[in-house]
C-alpha cells in the first residue's frame, strides 16, 4: 500500500486511539493515553475538521478522524515507543508505516491584552495552517425549519471551545504569532452567516485587511455563502483574500431542501453564476467549494456535480 493508499484509508476509516493504547499499557512499552499524548489536541465537537486529529504520514500532514464511532472501530492504531516517543501506524496489529504528530502549537500558550487564549481565536489545521470562524454564530442555526442538519458551529460556543466573534484585531494578532513562532504558511477564514446580503463578506473583508497589514505575505483564504452583489469578490481581494470557498455542501435539489432549508433558498443557478464572476476576480483554481457525501446524493449526482 502506497503512502496515498494509506492516507485515503485513514481519512475513510478513521485512527483507532484506543485499541493499541490499551494493549499497549499492558505490554509495557507504549503510553495509554494516545488520544491526548499524541501531538496538538484534537477536538470533540464543533465546526470544521472536529472529531479529528492531525497525522503525519511521510511529508503529508492530514486531519484524520479519531473521535468517531468508525475510528473506535477502525483497524487502523497507533503503537508509540515510550523510549523513543515514535510512533507506528498498525493495521490489525501489524505495523505499516511510520507516523508522526504535529506538536501543540507555541502561539497556543499566548492570550490578547484582556486574557482571551489564542487558541480561542485561532487554531493550527495540519502542521501549518492557521483556520478560523470569524463569526461562531449563524442567523439558520438555532432554527430548526432553517439549520444546516450538518452543522455543530455552536457546539464550540457552548463548549467554551471558542469566542463568539473575534475582531479583525486579535486576528491579525494571533496570525503573526502563529507565523513567527509556529512557521503557519498560509490561513483559512470561515464565517457563519450573519445575514442575506453579503453573508459573511464583508466582515471577512474587514478581518482580511486587519491581517494583511500585520502580516502582508500570508496567503489567506475566506469562506462564505455567495454575496447578493459580486463586487464584494474585488473588496475582498484587494483587502487580502486570495482564494475564496462557497461551498454546496449537497448537489441534488431535492436533499439540499431537506438537509439545509435555509442554505438551499440559494439555489445551485446562483452558486454558479457565484463561482464565475469569483474566477474573474481571483483567478483559476482559486475558488473553491465542497460537496459533502452522504447527505443522501447519489454518487452519479456528485460526479456529475464534480464535472461540472
Excluded at 164 to 184: C, M, R, W, Y
Amino acid at each position: 500500500m502506497n503512502q496515498q493508499q494509506v492516507i485515503t484509508e485513514l481519512q475513510t476509516k478513521g485512527l483507532n486511539l484506543v485499541v493499541d493504547a490499551a494493549a499497549g499499557e499492558r505490554a509495557g512499552n507504549w503510553a495509554s493515553d494516545l488520544a491526548s499524548d499524541l501531538g496538538v489536541s484534537g477536538r470533540k465537537g464543533g465546526a470544521g475538521p472536529s472529531d479529528h486529529k492531525a497525522v503525519t504520514v511521510g511529508k503529508t500532514t492530514v486531519m484524520v478522524p479519531v473521535y468517531t464511532t468508525g475510528a473506535a472501530e477502525s483497524p487502523y492504531a497507533v503503537r508509540q515507543d515510550k523510549e523513543t516517543g515514535k510512533s507506528t501506524l498498525t493495521y490489525n496489529g501489524k505495523a505499516v508505516a511510520p507516523i508522526d504528530f504535529p506538536r501543540r502549537p507555541r502561539f497556543y500558550q499566548l492570550k490578547t491584552a484582556n486574557g482571551v487564549p489564542y487558541w480561542k481565536i485561532a487554531l493550527l489545521h495540519s502542521h501549518n495552517v492557521l483556520a478560523t470562524t470569524v463569526l461562531q454564530r449563524c442567523i439558520r442555526y438555532d432554527n430548526r425549519t432553517t439549520a444546516c442538519q450538518f452543522c455543530a458551529i455552536g457546539q464550540s460556543l457552548e463548549a467554551d471551545r471558542t469566542i463568539a466573534q473575534k475582531t479583525p484585531q486579535q486576528l491579525a494578532e494571533v496570525a503573526a504569532a502563529a507565523v513567527q513562532l509556529d512557521g503557519v504558511e498560509n490561513m483559512i477564514m470561515t464565517t457563519g452567516t450573519p445575514n442575506v446580503t453579503d453573508r459573511g463578506a464583508a466582515y471577512l473583508t474587514d478581518c482580511a485587511q486587519a491581517i494583511r497589514k500585520r502580516v502582508p505575505s500570508l496567503p489567506i483564504q475566506a469562506q462564505c455563502e455567495p454575496p447578493d452583489d459580486f463586487e464584494w469578490f474585488a473588496k475582498m481581494h484587494t483587502a487580502g483574500v486570495d482564494s475564496l470557498g462557497m461551498h454546496l455542501e449537497a448537489a441534488d435539489p431535492a436533499v439540499r431542501a431537506k438537509i439545509m432549508p435555509g442554505k438551499a433558498r440559494v439555489p445551485l443557478s446562483y452558486y454558479f453564476e457565484a463561482f464565475a464572476a469569483a474566477v474573474r476576480v481571483f483567478g483559476r483554481n482559486q475558488v473553491s467549494t465542497y460537496l459533502l457525501a452522504g447527505l443522501g446524493d447519489s454518487k452519479e449526482t456528485l460526479l456529475e456535480m464534480c464535472d461540472r
